[in-house]
């Protein structure tokens, strides 16, 4: 009932940039912690940055300075602004979103959008 579904991923050089963005849909009264992780062929999936409702961030060691995580909650939708590109960030990176029901009784659940590919080419 609820879809997340991730945009802007593909192929860049090193040094290069990209903007994702991860809209969600469906049965949604709010949006708390908002999130992009990422998962490189081998690896687990591991946080790259997350944002709350006040719009507090953290992110990984591996990306500060570089990646800049934002929202729009009118458009119920996170951005993730990805600078200074490198090989190493090559993964195909998920959004996640808890999403609040109120129907027929309040709750949270986090949901995973299906992914988008990031290539960064040496």
């Known amino acids: 009932q609820v879809q997340l579904v991730e945009s802007g991923g593909g192929l860049v050089q090193a040094g290069g940039s990209l903007r994702l963005s991860c809209v969600a849909s469906?049965?949604?009264?709010?949006?708390?912690?908002m999130g992009w992780y990422r998962q490189a062929p081998g690896n687990q999936r591991e946080l790259v940055a997350r944002?709350?409702?006040?719009?507090?961030?953290n992110y990984a060691d591996s990306v500060k300075g570089r990646f800049t995580i934002s929202r729009d909650n009118a458009k119920n939708t996170v951005y993730l602004q990805m600078n200074s590109l490198k090989p190493e960030d090559t993964a195909v990176y998920y959004c996640?979103?808890?999403?609040?029901?109120?129907?027929?009784?309040?709750?949270?659940?986090?949901?995973w959008g299906q992914g988008t590919q990031v290539t960064v080419s040496s």
């Open positions: 944002i709350t409702t006040g719009d507090s961030t």
């Open positions: 996640n979103a808890e999403i609040v029901d109120v129907f027929p009784k309040p709750k949270a659940s986090l949901n």
């Open positions: 469906g049965r949604i009264f709010s949006i708390n912690a």
